[in-house]
């Protein structure tokens, strides 16, 4: 696994990204070959479908927003009707962390989380439960996780650093995989420069966006009440599920 090559080595944000006026600089890509994947979920839909899904929602990164899209997502689905357990493979535990406190106040979250590892995440998957694994950020924590997913989730924010990152992991994976941009702040240049370039690279992307709030912020340790865009996201997960 290359977690240092892919298009992101070519996405040249100036030095001074936060003040420049100028335009963002792109390279010319005629010499690069980039695996080119459709920007629409659906163009997985042949290869993911049905009850039996593992998501994996992973980056290199830290602090992009893995655990907390795990727990609205897992929440989500349970929302929607599916059986859900959120694999908690991080090493941290913050997702198991997040349960725990959620149910010291009485108001436990509506899905099971439990830790995982790389050996029990390479079990077979129990029948017609939804499986959503909040990977460990390196290791064979992150390879296990990967390499049993069959939908992997890339949060990533509106930095340079986050979308490098999120390249790289999108490149450390041969399964159907989309980037989920959370914790963003809509008409910034930097919103329009990381739209144009994964436009550029063709990077499969949700239509969803997480914006920034402090609802969600502030939620962690309870149960989520409001599940945001967090919501369409769901749906494009199961439109591709079901290859409508
Ligand atoms: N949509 C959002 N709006 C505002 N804050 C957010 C949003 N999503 C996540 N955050 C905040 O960003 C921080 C990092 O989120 P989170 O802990 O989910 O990231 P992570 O990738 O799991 O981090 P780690 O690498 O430590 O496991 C947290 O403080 C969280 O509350
Ligand atoms: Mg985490």
Redesign the pocket.
């Known amino acids: 696994m290359d977690l240092n090559h892919g298009p992101l080595d070519l996405l040249l944000f100036p030095m001074s990204y936060e003040y420049s006026e100028e335009p963002f600089l792109f390279p010319n890509s005629s010499t690069t070959t980039l695996p080119h994947y459709s920007t629409s979920l659906l163009h997985y839909s042949n290869t993911v479908q049905g009850k039996n899904m593992r998501i994996t929602i992973a ?1 290199a ?9 795990s727990i609205y997502l897992a929440a989500t689905a349970t929302a929607r009707g599916h059986e859900v357990v959120l694999l908690d493979a ?1 090493p ?1 535990g ?1 997702a198991s962390q997040w349960a725990f406190m959620a149910e010291n106040e009485n108001d436990p979250l509506g899905f099971e989380v439990q830790a995982a590892n790389p050996a029990t995440l390479r079990r077979p998957q129990k029948e017609n439960v939804m499986e959503i694994v ?1 990977a460990a ?1 390196t290791g064979q924590g992150l390879q296990a996780a990967l390499e049993t997913a069959d939908f992997v989730i890339v ?1 990533s924010s509106d930095s340079p650093l986050d979308v490098q990152q999120a390249w790289s992991t999108l490149s450390a994976t041969d399964k159907p995989a989309a980037v989920l941009l ?2 963003v702040e809509s008409g910034t240049r930097a919103m329009k420069a990381v739209m144009e370039a994964f436009n550029r690279w063709a990077t499969p992307l949700f239509d969803a966006q ?5 609802d ?2 502030t ?2 340790g309870h149960n989520p009440k409001k599940l945001w865009e967090y919501a369409q996201a769901w749906q494009e997960i199961e439109l591709m599920m079901k290859g409508e």
Do not use: A, C, E, L
Not at 61 to 69: A, I, Q, Y
Not at 210 to 214: G, L, S, Y
């Open positions: 980056n990164k830290g602090g992009v927003g893995k655990t907390t899209s991080d941290q913050s909040d950020p949060p959370v914790r997480i914006h920034k709030r402090q969600i912020k939620s962690m």
